[in-house]
């Protein structure tokens, strides 16, 4: 034979073992063609799917921004109206001859019925339930695909007049969707309609994988023992085989046709695993396993999953303070830092890849391990859990309900437990899931909000009993059948009113704000773990002048008003911005300030919460981010921007933190040390003055143990030293940790009216902006008109110190830069 016959042969033989005939479920993705309409109108629009009807007559611009002025006021008949969604597709030949095919949809809001070729397939009633419909019977060559949705309120009225008394908290608690979307106390009411996510039709022969569930046998650093437990669409009616590789190695396991079986188990090893952890403690290793389903020397399907090997679990034991909190991550008792996260945009489709990964870079990038995906939201995208086990960020996921009490009936809590195992079924592979919590706040609502009132003792304890059947009950059975995480009743443990609150679970802390306790109250009452507590501040002014449509940072506009929902918020910013600060003139300023006021009393909150360890083992401050360009607890505005509180965080949340507690007569340090490992280092401390003087120091080696907050020092406060504590600092540097400690409150601060010297230099990433003062100057805050991101802010400028801030961008220049600091505002 001729050589380069050969040669073809042998690749020929060589691409056929490596790439076997794949003849895979056939998946058709319906997302085009899309339009839609009024039930009473007969001209129709283009849609986009998936999508929702308020972002599409905007793109249409039969509607303007919701999020502009007050527009959202005058948007609301758009809730209150029928829509029709329609399209057409072709199906081809091959489709057709398939034995089964399926229409998916991955998430329809609400009350649809969907119509194929005008018959009806569904009738749903569930935003967080994925339907697959078996469509073999009525599909044809060319379809149409008809969905109408029918406005939420109507359905609710229907369920509404069913009892004979009234659950809190409105008709949203009759409806499975979205809760924020009825209106919240950051949130506008956007109740949208419509396609939400994917449709897809999906066609295959005999069999498909329809779950994996990677389960943990037993994990050690010798060896990962995992059940891969694989469940087939059907009992196979040929012989098939089951073939998973993990780390190199392939295991298989043979089925039978005669099997009336359609779940099986391969037991899997990994030898020396690399185990995966939270950013801030090691490495979040991923292994991807390929699963494949062969018939013959055909692969008949293929799915991949990564696989996390880590031991996870909540220690909530009694213990002689009463009932402990934390997570348990590889042996190690991890001390949690993080925030409350919520929906990242009104119009869910609006949020792109880049904003998932630049709000979860924001979330590392901030030395946060841990996100609590708060139960008004929504149970994210795939791409959030990706995110978060690839970056090492823990996740608290809540089911969606949230500050009210749901109806007890078969049908709610049929769909409800439908609802858990959809949702389960999807999440339960992702390493970074640490836990499944109930709810938020329906517990403490139902005991310390007044919602008992009016109510017969039959009824409370039917209300009672209905809460307990879904959240003691239905949800934790569904947790444990589904998956290997741990359940949590409901966000807090205990709510304000019961003093348990401190000794056992979660607590919420909301004293501070809505009660108007000044922000040491943290330090006071120290929780097991603090799952929410925060704080108000107004957004950037990029936000501000877009919701006003002008160049103007105006605050008392009838547009910023509608955009604060807390009906004390305004009240309760200026009340704390007294107490520390100052109240400025003007609104530029009244802006900065606010930010500077929620950075300082979350911080006085985070540093409480990580001395105290390891009797408080988690801090979680409400809230992360803003779905819309409100004024809210967020520490990241709408448009990305930082907010003084996420520098901050940043600081706050460093594995070693250098912390301060004052008493009448002393200032104690504290070493609050995260890292598994032990630390040795010298202790520097200086008392200095706002010139720069040193007016004492000392220093000496300090051991602090691995995981512990330790009591190093303290600084008396002696006369002697000084008398005008509003003019020095106490800086205290350990290894390359830093802290500031200030005697007074801010508005108390001696501060000077001196230059700050600024030079920018243009470097590989942007602009390198270095800053210099003869004097201290106080949450220095840089702006300019390009976009990008300061790498610090708001931070203070020490006396004679050169701060170097780099500006990224990739603007051709650095804009219009200029900053404000307290000094400034104090002497205007
Ligand atoms: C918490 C949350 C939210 C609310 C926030 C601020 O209780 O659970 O319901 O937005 O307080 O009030």
New binding site residues.
Partial sequence: MHKLHIIIISILTFLTACHPKKELPIITTLDSNWSFRTINSKTSHPATVPGNIYSDLIDNTIIEDPFIGDNEFKLQWVSDSTWIYQTRFHVSSKILNKENIDLNFEGLDTYAQVYLNDSLILSSNNAFRNYKVPVKDFILFNNSLSIKFTPTHIKEEIEKNKLEYTLPEGGRIFTRKAQFQYG???GPSLNTMGIWKGVSLNAWDDVKIEHVFLKKKSYTAEQAKITAKITLSDPPKEPVLIVLSIAGKEFSLPIQAENEKKEFDVPLTIDNPKFWWPHNLGEPYLYEVDIKLIKGAVVTDNVKVNHGVRNVSLISDDDQYGQSFYFMVNGIPVYVKGANYIPQHSLQNRVTNDHYENLLQDVVDANMNMLRV?G?GIYENNIFYDLCDKKGILVWQDFMY??AMYPGDEPFLKNAEKEAEDQLLRLRNHPSIVLFCGN??NSEGWHHWGWQKGKTKTQKDKIWADYLKLFDSILPNQVMKYTDVDYWESSPKFGRGNPKYQSEGDA?D?WVWHDGYPFEHFEDFVPRFMS?F?FQSFPSADVMKFVNQSDDIQIDTKAIRSHQKHHRGFELMDLYMERDYLIPENDEDYVFLSQLVQARGMRIGIEAHRRAKPYNMGTLY?QLNDCWPGIS?SSIDHFGNWKALHYEAKDAFKNVLISFERHSDRVDVYIVNDLITSLDESLEMQLIDFDGNILWNASKQIKVPGSSSNLVNSFSIDSGLTSKWNQVLLQVNFGNSKSTYFFVKPKELALKNNEIELDVEKVNKGYLISMSSISLQKGVMLSTTAKGHFSDNYFDLHPNEIKQVLFKTEASSVGKLSFNCLNKVFYK
Wanted: with cysteine; hydrophobic share 45%.
């Fill in positions: 919240w106390d950051w708060w008004g949230a500050c938020n706040e919420h909301w929410e925060g409400w607890w």
